[in-house]
């Protein structure tokens, strides 16, 4: 399966894509499964700050029922129809993303930010650059309103956060978010099985959850093959690993 020419473009000027019932519903529920059975042995409270920057169910991040809702399924398919075919590394895990309901009134609404940015609770190393290339959300549970753990992004930032990046340096990403004009965000709905892929220049977040339920997702951090050697270039050049977007992003 490819994404077609009308996606594409959508994706190539809102930086995101939101693609309805792509995992099928029995690959759903046993992701869901497994992660249940680790919540029912029991989380440590005092690493639930790591649990919610990095993931939680740790022990479940790379069994084949969280890594299969990518590599088995159209997500694979759609997001090598960008990057080009043969350019997608293979994913070995992905996030045990929960959003669970607050009862903060009003609830805390946080602010946008891009990944592989250093806090003293995700793991990533301080003074490095640890970008990727795209972003795929996947639902494991329905999301059929707002303030419910949404995942939540800034359309079109991908575009001045590039000119920031060319006017200022890639390790401008050192020192924080780029100050730039935000747009409204958007906080995405759907049903379990839908996915929303979205380029890493994208601002994003996961939006607090007021509703009575709890907010499923398996996050993947996907990359182009040649990543690792032009992390930094890919900031100020931001369609350089996506073969598949030529038609909107010519070399």
């Given at each position: 399966m490819k994404l077609s020419y009308a996606q594409k473009k959508q994706f190539f000027e809102e930086g995101y894509i939101v693609l309805p019932?792509?995992?099928p519903q029995v690959a759903v529920k046993e992701a869901r499964k497994a992660i249940n059975a680790s919540l029912g042995l029991g989380m440590d409270a005092e690493q639930m700050t790591k649990f919610r920057a990095q993931s939680y169910c740790p022990e479940?991040?790379?069994?084949?029922?969280?890594?299969?809702?990518?590599?088995?399924?159209?997500?694979?398919?759609?997001a090598e129809s960008m990057l080009g075919e043969g350019n997608l590394?293979?994913?070995?895990?992905?996030?045990?993303?929960?959003?669970?309901p607050t009862m903060a009134d009003p609830p805390p609404v946080p602010g946008p930010h891009l990944d592989g940015m250093y806090t003293p609770t995700n793991g990533v190393e301080k003074g490095k650059i640890t970008n990727f290339t795209l972003l795929a959300v996947v639902l494991l549970s329905d999301v059929t309103e707002t303030f419910a753990g949404n995942f939540t992004?800034?359309?079109?930032?991908?575009?001045?956060?590039?000119?920031?990046?060319?006017?200022?340096?890639?390790e401008a990403i050192l020192e924080g978010m780029p100050k730039i004009d935000m747009p409204e965000p958007v906080q995405i709905q759907g049903k379990a099985g839908d996915v929303c892929l979205t380029h890493y220049q994208i601002a994003h977040t996961a939006m607090c959850n007021a509703s009575d339920n709890i907010r499923y997702a398996a996050i993947f951090r996907l990359y182009h093959k040649d990543?690792?050697?032009?992390?930094?270039e890919?900031?100020?050049?931001?369609?350089?690993e996506w073969d598949g977007m030529r038609d909107f992003a010519p070399r």
């Open positions: 019932g792509v995992v479940v991040q790379r069994s084949e029922c969280i890594t299969n809702l990518v590599m088995k399924t159209p997500v694979w398919d759609y590394l293979p994913t070995t895990g992905g996030q045990i993303a929960l959003r669970f992004v800034w359309p079109r930032t991908h575009n001045p956060y590039q000119q920031y990046f060319r006017e200022h340096g890639p990543h690792s050697s032009q992390m930094a890919v900031l100020t050049d931001m369609w350089k």
